[in-house]
């Protein structure tokens, strides 16, 4: 498949066969000017991180990849990068997998409830602008039932355990990769970002129109999760009957 001669999600790929994270690594390269677009990758990770300093097991068979976004982006549009991408990682799955994951706020997707994919956006930003940013995407695709450790099984599970086949990763990759660069490239031109998929975002959600709550880092939050604005703000309606904005925060069912 041939894209246009301007696509660059791709066109340098940084393949590492152990690394302790593809995020880590990517904000060395991304910060010693390595192209807009470039993708790192490894067969494992020894180090994979999740948000908040936790930590992101990452065996052999699974999707490990971080993207190097080089073009300057507006930081009051930054939390739309990883809508975005669960939106680009889900259109992938459910062209290469046939699988249909929910789309769990901010980062995550699911499959039966169960964690199949993280997302880790991390920027470096100057003032008002995302001088480069690096988006982290760990996809559990071929990771049998078995080389979970057992908490973790309780609470995640792969493509490969949830439709009985092998994956292939690379055309996994690919397939996120073309979808996430106009997604991009749309941002970078200020253009409307979430907003024009926030309808697909919606109807794919695990976590609007349920009662939840909400770890944010001072305190938990309980209620009706509403909707999510353009900028991808979540709505939470508590009980006193207040609307309440959250900007970051795990979302724990109840
Ligand atoms: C995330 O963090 O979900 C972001 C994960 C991003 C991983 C990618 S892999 C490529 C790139 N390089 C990196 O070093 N990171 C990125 P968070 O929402 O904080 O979720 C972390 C929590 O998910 C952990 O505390 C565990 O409970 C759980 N977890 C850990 N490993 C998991 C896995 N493989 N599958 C499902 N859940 C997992």
Known sequence: QYLPKEASFGKHVRWLPSCDSTNKTAMGL?????????LVTAWEQTGGRGRRGRAWFSPQGGLWMSLILQHPIALSRAAELTLLCSVAVRRAIRATCGASPDIKWPNDLLMGGRKICGILAEIRADGETVQHAVLGIGINSNIPATAFPPDLLAIATSLAIETDSTIHNLTLAAAILKELEPMYRDLEAGGAGFQAVAGEWRAASATLGRHIRV????????GDAVDVDDSGVLYLRVDSGQVIPVHSGDVLFS
Do not use: D, F, I
């Open 30 to 38: 991304a910060g010693a000017g390595a192209p807009h677009g470039t």
């Open 215 to 222: 770890q944010t880092a001072s305190k938990v939050l309980e």
